[in-house]
């Protein structure tokens, strides 16, 4: 089961669209995740447009959607660390998991994760988007 938001989250679906040049990357914010691209973080592509769609389906829960256009592209070279802040779910973050959805098994699947109780933070290094989570390890 997802983590909590916390207290005073907004309504949702939160959505945006983040375009920017693969080949310069980028840091992008929204709520309570962070994304970060590298540049050239994507395999055989030497620069062009890139269009990142953030989801946050339920924002009273700590889920987020990510989906590339165009998305052939959902294939990284380096990984895009996404950094989700704990603030407001009274967890800790090394008591954390890290979660991502299986479309083809329709199973939650566990992916490493770093964390900094200093930050109360996590980061997740993705090597694809799809649909992550956190979860209580407790």
């Given at each position: 089961?997802?983590?909590?938001?916390?207290?005073?989250?907004?309504?949702?679906?939160?959505?945006?669209?983040?375009?920017?040049?693969?080949?310069?990357?980028?840091?992008?914010?929204?709520?309570?995740?962070?994304?970060?691209?590298?540049?050239?973080?994507i395999d055989n592509v030497?620069?062009?447009?890139?269009?990142?769609?953030?989801?946050?389906?339920?924002?009273?829960?700590?889920?987020?959607?990510?989906?590339?256009?165009?998305s052939e592209w959902n294939?990284?070279?380096?990984?895009?660390?996404?950094?989700?802040?704990?603030?407001?779910?009274?967890?800790?973050?090394?008591?954390?998991?890290?979660?991502?959805?299986?479309?083809?098994?329709?199973?939650?699947?566990?992916?490493?994760?770093?964390?900094?109780?200093?930050?109360?933070?996590?980061?997740?290094?993705?090597?694809?988007?799809?649909?992550?989570?956190?979860?209580?390890?407790?």
């Amino acid at each position: 089961m997802p983590l909590p938001g916390g207290k005073g989250v907004s309504e949702g679906p939160i959505r945006t669209l983040f375009t920017f040049d693969e080949a310069t990357g980028g840091t992008f914010n929204l709520d309570r995740y962070t994304l970060g691209f590298e540049p050239g973080f994507i395999d055989n592509v030497d620069g062009g447009p890139v269009g990142v769609t953030l989801t946050i389906p339920d924002p009273s829960i700590v889920m987020l959607d990510l989906t590339i256009a165009p998305s052939e592209w959902n294939s990284f070279e380096d990984v895009v660390v996404v950094t989700i802040s704990l603030a407001g779910t009274g967890v800790s973050p090394k008591d954390v998991l890290g979660l991502w959805y299986n479309k083809q098994t329709g199973l939650w699947e566990q992916v490493s994760l770093n964390y900094s109780e200093e930050g109360n933070t996590v980061s997740l290094e993705l090597k694809h988007f799809s649909r992550y989570a956190l979860a209580n390890s407790n």
